[in-house]
């Protein structure tokens, strides 16, 4: 670390560690088996994860959650669907108030959001492991070089991570940037591996 003069590097654990990241998805996935001959839904698709991304690089993790719905529940959960993930289109539907289930029992008239219903669950966890062969962008991790005290860039706040470039491993020069570049955990993730991982 840098923090106004360079004192004896330490090596840091958590550098260029792995950091682990857990994330809603947000979306809601439905399908029917109204008019299918099998009360089955195979090879649904889920949520697309892009290469424009770094998520594929290290691993992936996803935990699908399966509800058996009634018809009714089933119609709720459209419309709610069709409202939070709408396009914002011109031809899109105005959101409307959607029918629930739930009342207040001490003013009938108030309006009630939500919609109560008892179902089956399954759940499974999805692992895709690391693929390197994709084209991922390029991470913004360019450093700047620094010789000693006097050569700090400009904009780079003390403390910082500095890394020695020299041949021989410590000594200068040195590459400096920001935090990102050396710790994960900048970025929201920990490094704390979590049961589920594979």
Known sequence: MFDGEFPTLV???????????TRGVGQIFLGSTLNLVANRLDAQPLLYVSNETRRL?????????????????????????????GTGGLYQSQPSAIATNLCNPDDPTEQVLGYFHLCSLAEKRIHV???????????????DTMMGV??????????FYAISLNEMGSGPPYGVGDDECFDCRTEGGTLTQPDFWE
Do not use: M
Not at 11 to 21: D, F, G
Not at 150 to 159: E, H, Q, S
């Open 129 to 143: 492991p690391g693929i390197s062969s994709l084209f991922y962008p390029p991470q913004d991790c360019i450093l």
């Open 150 to 159: 006097n050569d700090k860039p400009a904009g780079l706040i003390a403390p």
């Open 57 to 85: 690089q290290s691993g992936y993790n996803l935990r699908v959650r399966q509800l058996a719905l009634t018809p009714e529940a089933h119609a709720y959960w459209n419309q709610v669907a069709d409202q939070s993930q």
């Open 11 to 21: 090596r840091e654990p958590y550098v260029y560690a792995t950091c682990y990241r």
